[in-house]
């Protein structure tokens, strides 16, 4: 058999001849790949080294940091100013934006969320971590915050890695998804998920049910209804899932289907929602949105949103296209009455 084998740097060179494009890619995606691969090992090596607990520190948004947050953002921010790449970078566990030292004619901004789902990472359940490439607007200042605060449809890439149990990588260009599983003894991603899509309907869903005497009217309708099953109007059973890994929900709708909703409840509704807009949001709805699904906030298509702030929060509403647009629907139906 011949020996087929593509590493993920090999696969971007050959988007890169294919699109005849100035070749960025590859470098913007190469440190990035590094840094998941370190990230993976910490999150496996977990209690061996201490990389279990709380770091004893609160970030930006007043939440428990946990190790390994911490040591993601240090390993991420590191591996980039290392292979500069980027004018500057906006992390969930930085306050401010980060320029990058000794890089003055970087064109990019790189987003990120180093460790997502941190509640499972004690627990031993998948986490992941998620980035954003921006290009940096002509004239703007990369250290000002102004500059990242562009709508998700302005995304250059973005991807995320799974440390699940195998750690993936799956990353958009806007060319189509594509899936990539570390081989550990050679330390590199190889293209195991070729073009993934997400089937058009589905009888999954995934949300937050404790939170359920929060909801608006039409995402209580939407879990009635699913809840109802074979009995109620939608005439079929419907199964859920909660990870609380938002990179593992997305992740299972990428490969059989679903919706996914951290809608925005009475409770979290002064907040804006739960998901930040920036960095969990906006690449996850380009990755959707690539895979022929859909993303919203339920009221509005998710990468049109104008941001207002870095660490900004979003109702998110994802996944196969029938079920996400039905959603859409009952908030419409709702807000007409
Ligand atoms: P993070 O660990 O980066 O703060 O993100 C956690 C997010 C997301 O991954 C997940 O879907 C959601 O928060 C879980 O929320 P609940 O605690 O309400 O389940
Ligand atoms: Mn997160
Ligand atoms: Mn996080």
């Known amino acids: 058999m011949p020996y087929k084998r593509i590493t993920l740097t090999h696969f971007l060179l050959q988007e890169q001849r294919r699109l005849k494009s100035s070749g960025v890619f590859t470098s913007l995606v190469n440190d990035i790949l590094t840094a998941c691969k370190m990230v993976s090992h910490e999150v496996n090596r ?15 948004q007043g939440e428990e940091q946990k190790k390994l947050d911490v040591l993601a953002n240090d390993i991420f921010l590191h591996m980039n100013e290392l292979g500069g790449n980027y ?29 997502d789902g941190s509640s499972n990472i004690d627990v031993n359940i998948s986490v992941g971590s998620i980035f ?11 250290k000002s915050e102004g500059a990242f605060l562009q709508p998700g449809v302005k995304q250059v890439a973005a ?10 990588l799956v990353l958009t260009t ?13 330390g590199m991603f190889f293209l195991t998920h070729p073009g993934m899509t997400i089937p058009a309907d589905t009888q999954e869903y995934a949300i937050n049910a404790s939170r359920a005497r929060h909801w608006e009217p039409p995402v209580k309708r939407y879990v009635d209804e699913c809840q109802a099953g074979t009995e109620g109007p939608r005439g079929k059973d419907f199964n859920m899932r ?28 002064k907040k804006g929602g739960k998901l930040r807009l920036m960095y969990e949001a906006n690449p996850m709805a380009f990755i959707v949105e690539q895979a022929g699904g859909v993303a919203s906030t339920g009221r509005q298509r998710l990468m ?20 996400v647009e039905r959603v859409i629907a009952y908030h419409g139906e709702y807000d007409a009455k």
């Not at 977990?46 to 930006?60: K, M, P, R, T, Y």
């Not at 593992?248 to 509704?269: K, S, T």
């Open 132 to 142: 954003s490439i921006l290009r940096l607007p002509d004239g703007a200042d990369p």
């Open 174 to 186: 806007g060319n189509g998804v594509n899936g990539f599983t570390l081989d550990r003894d050679v």
């Open 46 to 60: 977990g209690a061996l080294v201490g990389n279990h607990g709380v770091a004893g520190s609160e970030n930006i």
């Open 242 to 269: 909660w990870v609380a890994s938002m990179v593992a929900e997305v992740h299972r709708i990428l490969v059989r289907g679903g919706v996914f909703l951290y809608p925005a409840d009475a409770e979290n509704m």
């Open 159 to 168: 991807g995320y890695a799974l440390y699940g149990s195998s750690t993936m």
């Open 304 to 323: 049109d949103v104008a941001p207002k702030g870095l660490h900004q929060r979003v109702p998110v509403i994802l996944g196969s296209k029938n079920e």
């Open 87 to 115: 004018a500057a970078m906006a992390s969930e566990e930085l306050e401010d934006v980060q320029a990058v030292k000794g890089t003055a004619d970087g064109r990019y901004l790189l987003l990120f969320d180093p460790l």
